[in-house]
């Protein structure tokens, strides 16, 4: 009705005036959260998980460490912790984490972060059902929202009810003689401000989870109607694969590499776009110098700098050439006729030159991080693999090759353990300016005792120069060993003593 009267007034010029009663009290705004510079978790504490088990996680290093480990015995809850953290940290309407939160029993679950926010979800009545959470920065509440379930267990979107007295004035006077005035009372549906939800946006966390069926989940990837997934086609190595072709882990792998490579090609396009800038200023400034515009500063580097830069530009131009990031420069032409030049050329030399090296110098500058990340990828990957090798170039993407330099390997031809190490390493590239989380379940699955030593380490690396932090439950003696300041062991305390 509201909407037909709007079209209404959108055709007779009519003036409306909104009323508003019984409307619901918000909450205060909050601040404004702080600015996150470590990892984003200190520790976590869960009451009668299962009418059971009372587990304070704080692992024994550091406060907010990068990796916490958590360990403990089959059927502890260490996957059901997993959960729980991944649906209470992750924001979206429409994947049903607040009904799954209530379909977990347990009392309390609480998250202690970085920058001193608590994070708590409080069952009401019963270890299922209803619950409050609740966002608290020292003493002050920052936000509490009520979810409460239907008879199903489900935790609807219920929009508010509230009474509004629209009062509607006819002033055409093309139709009418006189103002015509009407009120009426009518009940609004409008959906209620879910302060959680606005402090988790803000906060920006959007953990990723690799669960134990090796599937990748993420608020930020689109679901997909299942009927469309299976037509769906995936490119492998220059061939279109349905994905019916593809086995479980194999497909999750294909999903992982494709959206790598999708990421990859933006952070080149992005640094590229930045040097080109860079380089625009500089030949802006050029002219400027040459038109007077700007006080001119006799600084130009002298003949043998510009030949050692040109030395610098062959290198490097050789190594971003590796992945295809630029053509290389090949610098024994310049050199062989700079040394043949005359000493009367050399400030002419000097002020062709500079302008030329300088932009070549702020191109390579904007894709060094992108180069440098994709060497770090490729040098882990391959430091695992035996008797094949990860390459990259920006037009072929990622791809697997035996070292004899035979054909390029999909996802299929690859041991469920090279699967494995890929899923965990791409996923974990692709976090590292995406989300603040990366929750693994069982990462050594299908690993070796010496992949698994080594796993940690590779997906630090993965994430070096950014504050994703790893979540980890696994029953590896190899992982945990090598890393013990990580470690959170489950011990229980009776159900009995919290009450």
Known sequence: MVSLLCDVRAILGLRRQLVVTNET???????????????????????????RYTYTIRPRGSAAPPVILLYGDNGSGKTTILNILWHLLSSAYNRSHRTRLAQTPFQEFSVSLSNGDIISVRKKSSLTGSFDITVTRGRTVICKHEYLTDARGVVPRVPSTRLVKERIVFSDESVYEEPVEIEREIVSSEEEPDRYIDYLETIKIDPYFLADNRRIYSDRFKEEDPEEAQRRLYMIEGKWVSSTDRSGLAGELTDALRRTNNWLRQQILSGTAQGSQGADAIYLEVLSQLLGTTHVVDDRPSLDEVKKRIAELDARTRQFNEFGLVPHVTGEPFLQL??????????????????????????????????????????????????????YTVRGGLRIRTIDGGESLGPEQLSSGERQLLLLLCNALRSRDESALFIIDEPEISLNAKWQRKLIPALLACVQA??????????????????????????SRSSEADE
């Open 338 to 391: 700079l040394n043949q030049a005359p000493p009367s050329l050399a400030s002419l030399i000097e002020d062709v030159l500079t302008p030329y090296l300088d932009g070549q110098r702020a191109r390579l500058d904007s894709l060094q991080p992108t180069e440098s990340l994709i060497r770090t990828f490729v040098e882990t990957v391959n430091s695992f693999l035996v008797n094949k090798r990860l390459a």
């Open 25 to 51: 009290l918000l909450p205060e705004e909050s601040d404004e959260p702080q600015v996150r510079s470590a990892p984003l978790i200190r520790s976590m504490r869960v009451t009668r998980l299962f009418g």
């Open 466 to 491: 950014s504050n994703v932090q790893f979540i980890l439950a696994t029953h590896s003696v190899e992982i945990i060993t090598g890393h013990r300041e990580f470690l959170a062991q489950l011990h």
